[in-house]
């Protein structure tokens, strides 16, 4: 198992940029894919953003490619979002997710991911 630990969140203006953070530790964490997931309120847990544990591969949600970046730092066990040009309707609870599974498999969806962050709050103002 990996424990994860996001940070970055905050409170930014519409059309500014955040980077979120997630740390991850664990014996294995070098072998695990990661992801980036979001939660409006009142709304379901969605895919945003993974990347193989290697870094070669990356997946993103048609809603996000080419606003988003999903990045690691294998030295520091560390993954990272880039988002920028935000808008209101990114405003969620952004969690960082962890599985050794295939990222060609069902990754978009939240069950797929066996090991999750506590969450960063994003908040984007008008």
């Known amino acids: 198992q990996v424990q994860l630990v996001e940070s970055g969140g905050g409170l930014v203006q519409a059309g500014g940029s955040l980077r979120l953070s997630c740390a991850a530790s664990?014996?294995?964490?070098?072998?695990?894919?990661m992801g980036w997931f979001r939660q409006a309120p009142g709304k379901e847990r969605e895919f945003v953003a993974a990347?193989?544990?290697?870094?070669?591969?990356?997946k993103y949600a048609d809603s996000v490619k080419g606003r988003f970046t999903i990045s690691r730092d294998k030295a520091k066990n560390t993954v990272y979002l880039q988002m920028n040009s935000l808008k209101p309707e990114h405003t969620a609870v952004y969690y960082c997710a962890a599985d050794q599974k295939s990222l060609y498999g069902s990754s978009w969806r939240p069950d797929y991911w066996g090991q999750w962050g506590q969450g960063t709050q994003v908040t984007v103002s008008s």
């Open positions: 990347i193989s544990w290697s870094g070669g591969t990356t």
């Open positions: 664990g014996r294995t964490v070098s072998t695990y894919h």
